[in-house]
Nanobody
């Protein structure tokens, strides 16, 4: 299966910024929609953002709209999540995932990267 590796997390104060990266081990990266998800302690994993393989159009959860920006670099097999104006409620482990044009999100997840926002 395609493997993904997330990086870029850390500890930041409220109002700060972080940029997450996710590298995927596939030669057909450009054919996958890429997404970011997060899981806070004691909560279920939730959708954060995705970017289309075909149009490059992004889609965001309401909770991050206007603060987070998803982008991709197909030449580097990498998807990014720029997170600005961070809030304590953004604290979570962030994961990336991918899905083919006519398929579902992969059942395999990477290790994720921890984001902690202090108040």
């Amino acid at each position: 299966q395609v493997q993904v590796e997330e990086s870029g997390g850390g500890l930041v104060q409220a109002g700060g910024s972080l940029r997450l990266s996710c590298a995927a081990s596939t030669r057909t990266f450009s054919t996958y929609t890429m997404g970011w998800f997060r899981q806070a302690p004691g909560k279920e994993r939730e959708f954060v953002a995705r970017i289309s393989w075909s149009t490059g159009n992004p889609h965001y959860a309401d909770s991050v709209k206007g603060r987070f920006t998803i982008s991709r670099d197909n030449a580097k097999n990498t998807v990014y999540l720029q997170m600005n104006s961070l809030k304590p409620e953004d604290t979570a482990v962030y994961y990336c995932n991918l899905k083919p044009a006519l398929g579902n999100w992969s059942p395999y997840w990477g290790q994720g990267t921890q984001v902690t926002v202090s108040s």
